[in-house]
């Protein structure tokens, strides 16, 4: 397969390759039982992660536990949410290397990457910025713009990251 592009792309492109027929790849990708079993752990680690952040989100939106303050409320989400990640991101490159050349020219799974990065940058953002400044608002039902701001593309991009993790499989 020809791949056109810059040098990093064909760089990438022939690391997918690597990663395929690596041990891990092949056994992931030939095996009857891992690849179902490691898809399984992989969404416990989405279900983890996405409840987590969505509860808090929820929170930050005004829509429940209104009477919880922010602060709490996220220390007790984010260990799920880190752990969720952990998960997700241990069990997504087991799933990668199986199929890595697949999902190179996926735009499908482009799309997924993009929005889990956008999803980072957004929660970086709320956390350097907005939430500097929880000690002024954390018992308030409603929170700054700002805060619901994040809150509410967070979810948007979760619920997308999820929609396209489902849709790889099918486009």
Known sequence: M??????ET????????????????TAVRQSA?????IETVHLFGLISLVASTSILDLRLLGLTFRRESV???????????????????????LLFSSEATKMYGSRVFQIKMLLILLAGVNALIFHVMAYRTVAAWDD???????????????????FGIVAAGRWISYY
């Open 2 to 7: 020809e791949i056109p592009g810059s040098g």
């Open 71 to 93: 602060s709490k409320l996220a220390t007790r989400c984010l260990v799920w949410a880190w752990a969720g990640f952990t998960v997700q991101v241990a069990t997504g490159f």
């Open 10 to 25: 064909q760089m990438l492109f022939t690391f997918c390759q690597w990663l395929e027929n690596t041990s891990l790849g």
């Open 33 to 37: 039982w891992l690849f179902p079993t």
């Open 140 to 158: 308030a039902p409603v929170t700054p713009l700002s805060a619901r701001f994040a809150g509410f593309l967070s979810i948007l991009l979760w």
